[in-house]
């Protein structure tokens, strides 16, 4: 991969450094001698460095493309299924109908959790936040899944990937489920990934929920369009974690508390609070001026991006999707007009222009939730069920490269060595 060599010179010495080259994307300067050269680089937010190399996804900021294995996003979400992008992300290629049909059937006869976990859901207090509830029972699923798993071996990998993906749906609902005093309800097999999620969320043993066709496709597409996004907060997460050889289960617990926050998988149910907080169109105005200004921390959620300084990919699509489900449920929400005209005027201003904060995901899906009656305090939560597949994906690779333990290094800018002396009585 190295066709080309950089120099760098620091004072009288200089190093030289080979670039490498991607399939696709900037040139990257592999700076693993430096080290050795008594010299790190300083990269806070990692802004600036590839913490590994990958093959999954790939992304173009400043075109808004957003590649799995190769194929956009936007052919996925609308000619595929979620399991399908699955596959796709954990074995690289489209699976043929047979290899789908077999996945599907795994995936499906592995969702229900072991009796024993239900329980620990009562230790929780019932007004809990979902995601601090799904992060500790999904971190218990370690002390379900561990002796027996060697993490170095592919078959035992492919398992817990089943696991993960196949479970991940039910622990969730069981989040919601617990909050608002229900009985869970389990896995129906006969029913889609998205289907299935739908009904353990909102069917009851009294009576029969139906899954509506359209809102099981937008549910489809929104897990589709948050399944991966490269090194991301979470992801970087669960590597990290993962490189240590820790329990898989237990890095995707890492992995949902990096997502919580609201720069990142927080930011949909910030965005609808805020969407509520402005209420009607009137009072755009007065939230883009908070927004620019500098001695406000007010940001316009659900804008900007690390990586796109264009427009988001996922957004377009989920713009069309919110306007089929509100169609479908003949919803005339207010929060979408407000939505539309916020979109207009950020697009518009010179500030969002010049720094290049485009609408991304979370923009439009928290519309699309709170239309399947979904409360904001699980959306975070749907974007984690999304997003497992592209960890395990991840902490797959990872492992599939050889395991080198993430320890990046520091600028120390403490105290020089000085003598303790201590001012406190001993007894
Ligand atoms: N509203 C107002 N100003 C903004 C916004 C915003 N949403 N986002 C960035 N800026 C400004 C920021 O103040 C800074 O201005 P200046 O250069 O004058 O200091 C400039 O744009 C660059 O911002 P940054 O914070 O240095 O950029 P970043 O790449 O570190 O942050 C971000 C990216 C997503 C954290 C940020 O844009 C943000 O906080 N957005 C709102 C939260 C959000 O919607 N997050 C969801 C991300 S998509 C889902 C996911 O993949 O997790």
Not at 244 to 257: D, L, Q, R
Request: proline fraction near 4%; charge should be neutral.
């Amino acid at each position: 991969m190295a066709d080309n060599k950089a120099k760098l010179t620091i004072a009288e010495t200089s190093v030289d450094l080979d670039v490498l080259s991607p399939t696709l994307g900037s040139k990257v300067i592999d700076i693993r001698t430096l080290g050795s050269k008594g010299y790190y680089t300083y990269d806070p937010g990692f802004t600036s460095t590839a913490s590994c190399e990958s093959k999954i996804t790939f992304i173009d900021g400043d075109n808004g493309i957003l590649l799995h294995r190769g194929f956009p996003i936007g052919q996925l979400a609308t000619e595929s299924t979620y399991l399908e992008v699955c596959y796709i992300l954990l074995y690289g290629e489209a699976p043929t109908q047979e290899q789908y049909d077999k996945f599907k059937t795994t995936v499906t006869r592995h969702t229900m959790i072991h009796e024993q976990i239900t329980r620990l859901f009562n230790g929780f207090r019932r007004d809990s936040h979902p995601m601090a509830v799904l992060c500790g029972v999904t971190g218990a699923l370690a002390a379900f899944y561990h002796d027996a798993l060697d993490v170095s071996n592919p078959v035992h990998r492919d398992i817990t990937a089943y696991r993960l993906l196949s479970k991940m749906p039910t622990v969730a609902a069981m989040c919601y489920k617990y909050s608002i005093g229900q009985p869970f309800v389990y896995p129906k097999n006969d029913l889609s990934y998205a289907g299935n999620f739908l009904h353990m969320m909102f069917a009851t043993p009294c009576e029969e929920y139906v899954v509506n066709p359209v809102l099981e496709r937008a549910m489809d597409r929104i897990f589709i369009l948050h399944a991966d996004h490269e090194q991301n907060a979470s992801t970087s997460t669960v590597r990290t974690a993962g490189s240590s050889g820790a329990n898989p289960f237990a890095c995707i617990a890492a992995g949902i508390a990096s997502l919580w926050g609201p720069a990142h998988g927080g930011a949909n149910e910030a965005c609808l609070r805020m969407l509520e907080e402005i209420k009607t169109v009137e009072h755009i105005p007065e939230f883009i001026k908070r927004a620019k200004d500098k001695n406000d921390s007010f940001r316009l959620m659900g804008f900007g991006h690390r990586v796109y300084k264009n427009y988001d990919p996922r957004a377009t699509v989920m713009r069309e999707t919110c306007h089929e489900v509100l169609k479908e449920l003949n919803l005339n929400d207010s929060l979408l007009e407000v939505a539309m005209e916020l979109e207009r005027i950020a697009l518009n201003d010179p500030y969002f222009i010049e720094k290049k904060l485009y609408p991304n995901v979370d923009f439009y899906s928290g519309i699309i939730l709170k239309a399947l009656g979904i409360p904001s305090n699980m959306f975070t939560v749907i974007f984690a069920i999304a997003r497992t597949i592209g960890w395990i994906a991840h902490w797959n690779e990872m492992h599939e490269d050889g395991l080198k333990i993430a320890r990046p290094r520091q600028l120390y800018t403490g105290y020089s060595e000085r003598d303790f002396k201590s001012e406190i009585k001993k007894k």
